[in-house]
């Protein structure tokens, strides 16, 4: 089955229902399956064919959701870019990807073909809302979504409709998401938790979706106050921020909701308890990947345990490895590896990289974890040096790259410093070349401009030399948080 059939169970059986709300507008699936219609055609106008990518970088709007849809309509591949990427990390996606187009609106920080969406939708208002008539299997590739994986550049996990599709049947059933729902959404969705949670959640299911361009923590409380989700899904530093809600507040929203969902990065115990006890509601969290959309979750019915992710979702298998290799007994720490209809093609044209993920067909999350006697997982850190700050994946390695470029820098280490809002920051620290001194207003300067904000080291410290161990490697876990 592909998405699109999937999903017809709103587009075209809940036709005349009532489907988003955005910016004050509301849109029935009718209108939604239309506007993706034309766009498709004005996109097939534009002579974009079944196999090839689209880049979107936008931020939450409807006209995301349509491109999406009308992507997928035309058997096209849709690649999701952060907004919050600059040229560099623009560039290589675009360079990797290979797409007829970049979606845009307005400037983009990248030399590369580049279409407006506004124009787009204006061509295809004057064509006709048919859709594209194109054969699509389940194993098709619906979606590119860049990522470093454990180790090395960010690469194109490729997301299959079935991928997807076995994703939204989970979440659907384990979460019992029904057409009577209501998900507020304030996740980006050029990331696998808005999109392949939230948008396919929406989808499949039929219930009412209040889309937001962003969170932002002094309107949260006002958007859930009036719309009165029953659902609600976000990353840890979400619910940091509601915690700065009224108890009063707090309370009528968690009356209004049936569930909050948490993940993308580790939940603390102790901030669900504090939410429990304000909102009146235990956040159920789940751990994902991109590479893997979502491989465990706390039970709807029955213990939510706090800081555990809980048990496989259906037809997830899991096993996780010591350092020997050897399967872990309940209680031992070890790595994860996931199989499963959930599990990605592999990576967008690295054949070495997609070998190199899997073992005997089992993908390598290289996160750590260890199983209870009683079938509930709790993760216990990485094994690269990820650092994940507000659920935004930052790989040390590329500031580190970044940095290295600047002439008066002979040696760097990024580590994630601990941050109670976002989790963790980016620290820096410098070696300069001889004679050389490092100014951190002028690094902290060059790196705002090179990289996504949330990339941007909190500090640059000088330091004469970085700990290494014998065979010259960077001891990162010696440097001070
Ligand atoms: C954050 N910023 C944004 C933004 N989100 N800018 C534009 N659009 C957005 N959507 C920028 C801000 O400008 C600011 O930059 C900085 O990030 C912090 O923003 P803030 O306003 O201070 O917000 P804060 O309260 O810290 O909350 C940040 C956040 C954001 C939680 C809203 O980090 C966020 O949306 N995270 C979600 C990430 C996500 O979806 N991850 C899922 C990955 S999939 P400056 O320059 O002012 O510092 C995955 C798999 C799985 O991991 O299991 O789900
Ligand atoms: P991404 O590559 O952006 O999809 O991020 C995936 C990573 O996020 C995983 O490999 C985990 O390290 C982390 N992650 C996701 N959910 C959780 C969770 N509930 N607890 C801890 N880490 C999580």
Redesign the pocket.
Known sequence: MNLIQLFDVSLRLRAAQPALEWQGEIYTFGEIDARSNRLAQALAARGVRQGDRIAVYL?NRIEFIDLFLATLKLGAIFVAVN??YRERELGHILSDSEPKALIAAGAVPAAFPTWQIDELTAEGAALPADRPVVIIDGDDAASLIYTSGTTGVSKGAILTHNNFAANTANILTAWQITAADRLLLA??LF????LGNGIHAWLASGLKLRLLE????GKIGAELLEFKPTLFFG?P??YV?LMELEPEIAREIGQAARLFVC???PLPAQLMQEFEERFGSTILER????ETL?NISNPYAGERRPGSVGLPLPGVSLKILSGEGLPAAPGETGELYVKGPNVCAGYWRREEASAAAFTDGWFRTGDLGMREADGYYTLQGRRSDLII?????IYPREIEEFLLEQPEVAEAAVVGMPDR??GELPFAYLVAQPGATIDPAVMEARCRAALA??K?PRGFLQVPALPRNALGKVQKHLLPR
């Open positions: 931020a907004i919050l996740l980006p990331h696998v938790h808005g962003r969170f932002e923590s990353v530093t979400m921020r993940g993308s990065a751990y994902g990947m991109t979502m700050s507000g659920g935004f994946n809002a976002r904000s949330f941007l």
